[in-house]
C-alpha cells in the first residue's frame, strides 16, 4: 500500500454474520432512533451506549483483560458502519471508543487501564478530546493551557473550547503545557486526564448554527488533579496526540455523516406510480459511486490498522475525500429531490445542511489534512 | 490472493512500464496521432505475450489483464491493446491486431460498427451494444469514414457480414471496465507529472511546490487519484459476479468524474508550458478527456445505478452498498 495505492481488502465470512447481528440489535431498538441521524456528533444517548456494550461492541478490538473484545479492525469497522448507516445515537461512547481508549491501552499506565477501559467498554464511561483552545484551532502545537506540578499534584489553568459533549460526558483528556514553550514548540505537551464531574472544571454549553447544544468550553480555574493522571511520559503529548488523530480520521464516520439525506432522497423517488427522471437517477447513482469507493478505502485502512501500520497520511486522505462528499451529498440531493418534497426528506436535509460546515473542520480542518497529504507526495 | 499471483502481476507491472518507458515516447505519441500505426510496438507487446493476457494458456487472470491495461493508460500507448485483449478472451484462437466498436446496425447484407479504434488495422472487429450479451464478430472487416476522438485517436466505422457470440460477463461493460483502468492509469501519470513539474519549476525564488496553494491543489488530485485507483480495483474484483455491472457502473462513473477535475488542475500547474503542443502533458490529459465518454459517461453509468438503487428502495439502500468486497 502506498498513498495512491489503498489495498484490496475483502471482508470476511466472520464479519458477514457480525453484519446481521447489528442489524438485529438496531432492528430491536429502533425506539432509539427516532429521528435517524448518521452524523457520529449528534445524539447522545447513555442507555443505547449501554445496550452496545452489553453486546461487547465497544472496545472491540481490545484485550479482554480490560473488558474488549479481542476483535479484528475490520470487525470494529464493521460494527460502527452499520450503526452510523442505520444513524443511531453513537455519540456518548463515540470519543472513548475511538481514541481515548486507544489512545490509553497505548501510552496509559496499567492502572488507568484498569480505571478507564472497562466502563468505557460497558458504555458507561464516557470521554471528550481536550485539544483545541480560544486561541488554538489548527495550531495545536500553541496550546496555552498549563498544567504545573505541586507536590502530588497538577495545577490546571486554561480554557478548551469546542468541546464536544463535556457537559454530558465524565472525562477529557486534555493536551496541556506541562513545560514552558521552547525552541521546540512540540515539547514540553503532555496529555492529562481531568474528571468532569469532580475535579471543578468549569463546562459552560455553546450553542451551535444548527440549534444544538452539544460543544462547549471548559475552563480550568486552579484544577488540581493527582499526578498518576497524566497520560503516558511527561512531555510526550505531542507524539501522542498526532498518533490519536490516525484512528480519529479513516472510519466510516468521515463519509456517512449525510447519509440519511441519500436514504431519504431515494425514498421521494421510490413511488411506483412515478418514474423518476434520468437526472434524478443520475444523481442517486453519482452519491452511491462516491460512497462505495470511500468506503472500501477506509475498510483498506483499517486493514493498515489491523496490520499496526502508522495510518496518518492514509487516514487523512480518506478524511479529506469523505468530508468534502458529505457536503456536496446534500448539494446533490437537493437538485435531485422532486417538488415539493415529502417533509422526512426536507427535514433531514436542512438539519444536515446545518452541521455540514462542521464536517470539514472537526478533526482536522480541510487545509491541515491536505497539508499531511502534501507531506505525504514529498511536497513538504 | 496467493504470493504467487501477487508475483506474477508485480512482474507483468513492471515489465510493461519498462517496455513501455522505452518505447512509447512523445515521438511515438505524435506519431501515432499523424495516423501512423505503432507497428514495432504492437510487435513487441505480441512478442511478450501480453496480446494474450488474462487468457488460460497464459497462466493469468483477468485481473492481471486490467492490471496491465492500466499500465497501458499509464503511458498513453496508442494502440487498440484493451479491445484486442477483450476479443481475445471471448473468442480465442487467431493471431493479430483485433478492434472493438458499438453495434449499431445488423442487416442481411452485414453489421455496422462505430467508433472502432484503430478500426483500419484490425483483422477481426467485434460490434457491441448496451444491455446485449451478444456481440457480433465481423471477420473481414471494411473500414469506411475514419474520424479520431479529442486524443487524436483514430475511430473508424466499419462494415461487414458477421456471427453471434455469447459473452459471459457483460460485454458493454467490459469495455467500460477497460476505460475504467486506462484512466486510473492515466490519472495517476498525470499527477506524478504534476508533482514533477511542480518541484522543478521555481517561482519567486523557490521551488512552487514549496506554496500552499499548490500543496493543496496536488492533495487534492492526489485524493481523487487514489479514488480512481480503488474504485478500479472493485470493479475488476466484481468480474464474473452479479455484482459486475452496478460495480462497473458506480467505476466508471467515479473514474470518470475524476478525469475532469485532475486535467485542469494539472494543467493549471503546469501553466502556458503545459498548453504547448512540445509538452507530452496533453497527450494524457487529451485521453482522460476522451476516454471518461467513451463506452458510457458518468451520466449514463449513474443513471443505471441510481435507478438499481431506487429500485431496490430506500431502506436498502445501505445493503446495497455495503457489500463484502
Known sequence: ?380 | MTEETMDTRQLIIDTAAKMFADQCDKALLDAAERGEFATSLWTLIDDNGFTKLGTSESGTDAADMYAFIKECGRYAVPLPIAETLLVNSWCPAAEGVFSIGELVNTTSTGASVLNVVWGTQARKVIGVSRDSHEVIVVQEPQAGAVSTNIAGEPRAEVHGSGHIVEVKDDPYAQLALTRVNLMAGCLARVLELGIQFAMEREQFGRSISKFQAIQHSLAVVASEVAAAQRAADAAVDALGTDRFVMETAASKSRVGEACGFVAAEVHQIHGAMGFTHEHRLHHFTRRLWAWRDEWGDEFYWQDRLGRALIENGADNAWDFIATRG
Not at chain 1, 107 to 130: H, N, V
Not at chain 1, 344 to 361: A, D, G, K
Request: glycine share 8%; proline share 5%; charged share 25%.
Open chain 1, 1 to 380: 500500500m502506498s498513498l495512491l495505492q489503498f489495498d484490496r481488502v475483502s471482508l470476511d465470512e466472520a464479519t458477514a454474520t457480525l453484519r446481521q447481528e447489528v442489524r438485529e440489535f438496531i432492528e430491536d431498538n429502533r425506539r432509539h432512533l427516532p429521528r435517524p441521524n448518521s452524523d457520529f456528533a449528534t445524539g447522545h444517548d447513555p442507555e443505547f451506549s449501554a445496550k452496545l456494550g452489553a453486546k461487547r461492541w465497544i472496545g472491540l478490538t481490545w484485550p479482554s483483560e480490560f473488558g474488549g473484545s479481542e476483535r479484528s479492525f475490520f470487525e470494529r469497522y464493521v460494527v460502527t458502519e452499520e450503526i452510523l448507516a442505520a444513524g443511531a445515537p453513537v455519540c456518548a461512547h463515540w470519543i472513548a471508543d475511538r481514541q481515548s481508549g486507544p489512545l490509553l491501552l497505548r501510552f496509559g499506565s496499567q492502572a488507568q487501564k484498569e480505571a478507564y477501559l472497562p466502563g468505557i467498554t460497558r458504555g458507561e464511561s464516557f470521554f471528550s478530546i481536550g485539544m483545541s483552545e480560544p486561541d488554538t484551532g489548527s495550531d495545536l502545537a500553541s496550546v496555552r493551557t498549563t498544567a504545573v506540578r505541586e507536590g502530588d499534584a497538577y495545577r490546571i489553568n486554561g480554557t478548551k473550547i469546542w468541546t464536544t459533549d463535556a457537559h454530558r460526558n465524565h472525562y477529557i483528556i486534555c493536551l496541556v503545557r506541562t513545560d514552558a514553550p521552547s525552541e521546540d514548540r512540540h515539547a514540553g505537551l503532555s496529555q492529562i486526564v481531568v474528571d468532569l464531574r469532580q475535579d471543578g472544571a468549569q463546562v459552560r454549553p455553546i450553542a451551535n448554527m444548527a440549534g444544538g447544544e452539544d460543544f462547549n468550553e471548559v475552563v480550568f480555574d486552579d484544577v488540581l488533579v493527582p499526578l498518576d493522571r497524566i497520560v503516558g511520559e511527561p512531555g510526550n503529548g505531542w507524539q501522542q496526540v498526532t498518533s490519536e488523530l490516525g484512528y480519529e480520521r479513516s472510519g466510516p464516520e468521515r463519509f456517512l455523516s449525510s447519509f440519511r439525506v441519500f436514504v431519504e432522497l431515494i425514498r421521494t423517488l421510490e413511488d411506483p406510480t412515478q418514474t423518476p427522471h434520468a437526472h434524478q437517477n443520475a444523481a442517486v447513482g453519482r452519491i452511491a459511486s462516491h460512497i462505495m469507493t470511500m468506503r472500501r478505502m477506509s475498510i483498506s485502512v483499517a486493514g493498515m490498522l489491523e496490520q499496526g501500520k502508522e495510518v496518518a497520511q492514509e487516514a487523512a486522505l480518506v478524511k479529506e475525500l469523505g468530508n468534502s462528499f458529505e457536503k456536496v451529498l446534500p448539494e446533490i440531493a437537493r437538485l435531485a429531490a422532486p417538488d415539493r418534497a415529502p417533509e422526512l426528506f426536507r427535514r433531514t436535509f436542512e438539519e444536515t445542511l446545518l452541521l455540514s460546515p462542521s464536517f470539514t473542520l472537526r478533526g482536522g480542518t480541510r487545509e491541515i489534512l491536505r497539508g499531511v497529504i502534501a507531506r505525504g507526495l514529498g511536497l513538504r
